[in-house]
């Protein structure tokens, strides 16, 4: 498609659930990015891929999160056993490449906003 | 470590002119990124400068200067949809500088 696609667009989970998001990104775009904000501020870049390897996975919290993207499915980032701090709006983005490089915008989707209670 | 520095809330008049300030202090700089975010919805992509000088689009305008470790986004002739927050975004981590590392970002409320 032509625009980053999320869902759900609201998740509830108790605390120690587990939280399962999605991410369809732009057709032929072949990097996608996770990242995290919390209340309106700043975003917490997780996880980033190329295709469906991991491309830099720097910013993920290992224990708890993890992220897959596989041929002819929607990217997942997946959060075992929710703590409160998890509480946050999670934005996928994409981008696509330009000759050797990746291009420098970044389209995001929507968010996802994940409350844990 | 790698910070970005930008003014929490900025206001002004419809018609008007403003500049948001940022400045960055990263290891390794691939260049500055400007985002666009209404109501926590999905930020999108204003503009880029990976070499110095002025990059024009439209109403908006960016600035940069490496050596100085500082970039501003300049927005004129401000109307009411512009009420939003502004991030500046460096390119800076990861392989080939990929990923972004955002600003807190800049409350523009802009009034009648």
């Known amino acids: ?117 | 470590g790698q910070s970005l520095e930008q003014p929490s809330e900025v206001t002004a008049v419809e018609g008007a002119i403003v500049q948001i300030n940022c400045t960055y202090q990263t290891s390794g700089f691939y260049g500055l990124s400007w985002y666009q975010q209404h109501d926590g919805g999905a930020p999108t992509f204003l503009s880029y400068n990976a070499l110095d000088g002025l990059e024009e689009t439209g109403r908006f305008s960016s600035f940069l200067s490496r050596s100085d470790s500082y970039g501003y986004l300049l927005l004129q002739e401000l109307q009411m949809k512009d009420s939003a927050s502004y991030f500046c975004a460096v390119r800076a981590r990861g392989q080939a500088g990929t990923a972004l590392i955002f600003g807190k970002g800049t409350t523009l409320s802009v009034s009648s």
């Open chain 1, 1 to 117: 498609g032509e625009e980053v696609a999320q869902t759900p667009k609201h998740l509830v989970r108790g605390e120690g659930q587990k939280a399962k998001l999605y991410c369809a990104p732009i057709k032929g775009h072949s990097y996608v990015f996770w990242y995290q904000q919390v209340l309106k501020n700043e975003f917490k870049f997780l996880i980033s891929f190329q295709n469906e390897n991991v491309f830099d996975e720097t910013g993920m919290p290992k224990e708890r999160f993890s992220a897959k993207c596989l041929p002819n499915s929607p990217c997942s980032l997946e959060i075992q056993a929710t703590k409160l701090e998890d509480s946050a709006v999670y934005f996928c983005a994409s981008s696509h490449q330009t000759g050797d490089s990746i291009s420098y915008e970044q389209y995001f989707g929507p968010g996802t906003r994940l409350t844990v209670t």
